[in-house]
């Protein structure tokens, strides 16, 4: 009878890690069959960068603290909205005379009032936004310049990311919480056998 219990519970601690293997694979084979292998495996690279961005949207624009495909649009939304604003902001400063457009004239008159990084920053800028270099920025050209930050502030690229990040929804409610998606990136990484590295991508904070 103590040599029966002593083989079942060393049957049952022999069993644990290989169902924990098993739950771990088929968690990964549901998510890849969901976003391909390529996402998949930059996950496994980059967990703290997708939890990072995933904290962002969760605490920042999901009511429920869980991160839902409203919850991302409303992010990227508001990160394009933000762009455009500092846009707007960089160029009309120099608007002097106030008639919806800023020449090279008034960006020297405000640069004088400016640091060194500042005035590089700002005749950067001016030039950029300037489409036709004909040394004045319409309000034309500055829409087409502060949307073309936005796109660059929260690229495409960036939102496919998070959307595809809603793959990691192990309950399947539609939404995925900072937990749930950090236990589904452990048993990817389980999965793969690899270690989860702290390697983030090139940062995507500059938007000038
Ligand atoms: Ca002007
Ligand atoms: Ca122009």
């Known amino acids: 009878m103590k040599h029966a219990l002593i083989l079942t519970l060393s049957l049952a601690l022999w069993a644990v890690p290989s169902y924990a293997q098993e739950r771990a694979a088929d968690v990964a084979r549901v998510i890849e069959a969901r976003v391909g292998a390529d996402r998949v495996a930059e996950w496994i690279k980059g967990a703290d960068w997708v939890i990072e961005e995933l904290v962002e949207v969760a605490y920042g624009y999901a009511p429920s603290q869980e991160v839902t495909e409203a919850a991302i649009q409303s992010f990227v939304r508001h990160g394009r909205a933000g762009a455009r604003a500092r846009a707007f902001k960089d160029i ?6 106030g008639d919806l457009s800023v020449t090279r004239t008034e960006i020297a008159e405000i640069a004088l009032a400016l640091s060194g990084f500042q005035r590089g920053m700002l005749w950067t800028r001016h030039r950029r936004a300037d489409a036709n270099s004909d040394g004045t920025v319409t309000l034309d050209e500055l829409s087409t310049y502060a949307e073309t930050r936005a796109l660059r502030y929260l690229s495409e690229t960036r939102a496919d990311a998070l959307n595809d990040a809603l793959a990691l929804d192990l309950d399947g409610n539609g939404a995925v919480s900072v937990e749930e998606a950090e236990r589904a990136l452990m048993l990817l990484a389980q999965a793969h056998g690899a270690l989860q ?10 938007d000038a």
């Open 197 to 206: 590295s702290t390697t983030a991508p090139a940062s995507q904070d500059d």
């Open 92 to 97: 009309w400063s120099a608007d002097l005379d």
